[in-house]
Nanobody, 122 residues
Framework: QVQLMESGGGLVQPGGSLSLSCTVS????????MGWFRQAPGKQRELVAR???????NYADSVLGRFTINRNIHAHTAYLQMNNLKSEDTGVYYC????????????????WGQGTQITVSS
């Protein structure tokens, strides 16, 4: 059973910094990508940052230049460094893993963490 252990988050003032980490265990299949998503109250879940094993990194336009995603592939861990946080960054942040699924594998699918709350407020 795939488990994602998230840590970090909390309350921070505007302009402050926070970091998140996510460690995957129990994955039967190799992981192709890990990423962070967030969901603000009343809004849909959206991509924040995503990193693939091949080195492709994607960021939401709203976090470009402020957030950085890093991965320790061998430790199956992803990190999200968030600087210059704004009130609009408030929300629940979720880690997601994307395995490389063999053809026909019924037990292979993306996995999500439980989510961690980030509140940016003065």
């Amino acid at each position: 059973q795939v488990q994602l252990m998230e840590s970090g988050g909390g309350l921070v003032q505007p302009g402050g910094s926070l970091s998140l980490s996510c460690t995957v265990s129990g994955s039967r299949y190799p992981i192709n990508a890990m990423g962070w998503f967030r969901q603000a109250p009343g809004k849909q879940r959206e991509l924040v940052a995503r990193s693939t094993d091949g080195g492709t990194i994607n960021y939401a336009d709203s976090v470009l230049g402020r957030f950085t995603i890093n991965r320790n592939i061998h430790a199956h861990t992803a990190y999200l460094q968030m600087n210059n946080l704004k009130s609009e960054d408030t929300g629940v942040y979720y880690c997601k893993t994307e395995p490389i699924c063999p053809y026909g594998a019924r037990d292979c699918s993306d996995s999500w963490g439980q989510g961690t709350q980030i509140t940016v407020s003065s």
